[in-house]
């Protein structure tokens, strides 16, 4: 969630991010919810907001991918100095994936972006406002720099889904939304040891000549 989180504060519209986390959190004016709001938020809230909702988790058997880190000393293993290699198996790969839902009201904050691509000197000027990257792009982007993260010494990697834009079509809201879906794969990993001979100390006993009688 701390991913989706400043993945949501990157957007910009109009020179603003509106999209992040009032302290302490409002439901009535914070940019980003992690539970759908009430029902009155949409008709007298405060837009844009982002509401994340938790999509159903794939699981998939794997136990083929291994990871090796950093092995250790058996200080009571059966020879002097020998060391224990030490892996990551991956038994279950899991797929968390998350839909973000993008609240607008202002159509001048469009999904689509200018495919021209934009001089430094742009970005600074108010008449090329509407050239800059819709959210959808810089939601993109952000996932582009910040391909992966690690919890702790796992790996995550970040995969962007499907998107889309979704109008009121009873035109009670006067809004409409843009969503994406934005996945993390990970899994269920085990500790697998083996004892093996690194740093163990052999000795080599010189050879024993026998004489005949």
Known sequence: ???????????????????QTTAPVDLTRAG?????????????????FVVVYHLPTQHQRDGHRRRRIANG?????????????RHLRRQFKSRYAYRM???????EDDILSDP???ESHELSSPVELDRRPG?????????AEHPWFTDGENPIRVLPGASGIVTDPMRELSAYKIF??????????????RSTLDGAILKIN????????
């Open 1 to 19: 969630m701390h991913y989706l989180r400043l993945l949501a504060a990157s957007v910009a519209l109009g020179g603003d991010h509106p999209f």
């Open 32 to 48: 980003f919810l992690e539970i759908e709001p009430k029902h009155d938020r949409f008709i007298n809230g405060r837009y844009p």
């Open 73 to 85: 000393k058996e200080p009571d293993g059966p020879r002097q100095g020998a060391a224990t290699q």
């Open 101 to 107: 839902d993008f609240w607008i009201q202002n159509p």
């Open 116 to 118: 021209r691509p934009m």
């Open 135 to 143: 959210i959808v792009d810089q939601c993109l982007q952000f996932i």
């Open 180 to 193: 994406l879906e934005v996945s993390f794969e990970d899994g269920l990993w085990m500790l697998e040891t």
């Open 206 to 213: 010189p050879e024993v000549k026998h004489e005949s009688a």
